[in-house]
């Protein structure tokens, strides 16, 4: 063998070409490069969150609903993307990097104020764009077989880019049109992609790795929640009695959908399919930005006002609006999961008794009932710790643990 071909396969080895499309996925753990990448979409979720926060208002909303829709669907394919062809190679790792760089620019221009902000923020969304459109269409490059799998992904993806694109020549309230253009587009490609797979008799489910994953993100915005809690109480200019009985039922509040969330959903394989998969991942989008909600919320439920009991009212609303959704998403979330034969029985009631709750918390929103941001939050702990204490009750019912324990 030349001098030449082994330098060549050193270099091949040494740069790492993607991993080769198996729709059978080996047990992982997850690496560090991956929980390095997590890292920065804790700032950027951080940054929408706080600046929701500062405008609570329905156009703070549905920005804070773009920005949310967008900075998760570029985590998602950045993972996605590891999880079917990442390697140990250099490639890999640089193109984690260049992701890394793009979503923190994302994070600084969305905050900016200045009159170039919407150019410069749609600029950066380009960037990702077009980013994670290479991501997909270079992996053809090295694997032939998986060009007709990442078509879709490569041309709706290219579609986007040029919608956001023109965005930047039209008046700005054009927006509103492009946007929810680009979001159909970026999110319709597994759905055509399923397709192509089921021709090849194949079908792609998601790995017990990516569940993983997609439970850390969840983890991360919950985190924004525990900071807005904070963030809260710091702007009280003297703390007293009051101030932090609101801190400790806030966090209780937060502690208790953590724990709905994760028992409900953590360690569960998700039901075969791509479309499955798909559906799920997208089910996290009005889940985790309701936790997005109550974070910004939980900001001005500490705040000094001459009338807390009117000034709270559409405070309140929001946050029951985002309890409803939250509990709603956990439900839907729990038909697209696998359960263990004898859990199977109380499912239905499980799912149930959270769009109860759901619904609960709807109508006593709409009901207007003026009072202090101290009983509110009363109020939605009762609500909550009933609802525990009954799916606590279903469960034991079932004598699992009993079983366990003999």
Known sequence: MSNHMRLSKRSSAWWGPPRKFDPRFEERKISWLELFYDLVYVIAISKIT???GAHISLAGFLEYACFFILIFWGWLNGSLYHDLHGSSGLRTRLMTLWQVMIIAAVSITITQTSSKSFANT???FMVMQLFIT???????LYDKEHRKYNKPYTILYLVS?????????????SAKFILPLVVLFNYLPPFISQRVLRRSSLDLSLSSSMAERLGLFTIIVLGEVVLGVVNGISQVPQLNFIAWIKFALSLTIVFVLWWLFFTLTSNREVKK??????????????TLMSLGLMAASFTHFFETVADPVHAAISLYKLFGYSLATFLTGISFM???????????????RVRG????TAFIFL???????????????LTVIVILIAEVYYLNSLYYSLGIEEERKD
Not at 334 to 348: A, F, N, Q, S, T
Not at 363 to 377: A, D, E, S, T
């Open 50 to 52: 706080h600046h929701l």
């Open 122 to 124: 749609t600029i950066a």
């Open 134 to 140: 290479y991501q997909w269409w270079s992996v053809g």
């Open 161 to 173: 880019f040029a919608l956001l694109g023109l965005n930047l020549f039209l008046p700005q309230g």
């Open 273 to 286: 399919g791509f479309v499955r998969a798909s559906l799920l991942e997208i089910l996290f989008i009005p």
């Open 334 to 348: 729990m038909g697209m999961l696998e359960y263990p034969d004898v859990v199977k029985l109380i499912r239905k």
């Open 353 to 356: 008794s959270l769009l109860a």
């Open 363 to 377: 109508i006593f929103v709409l009901l207007n009932i003026p009072m202090k941001p101290l009983y509110f939050l």
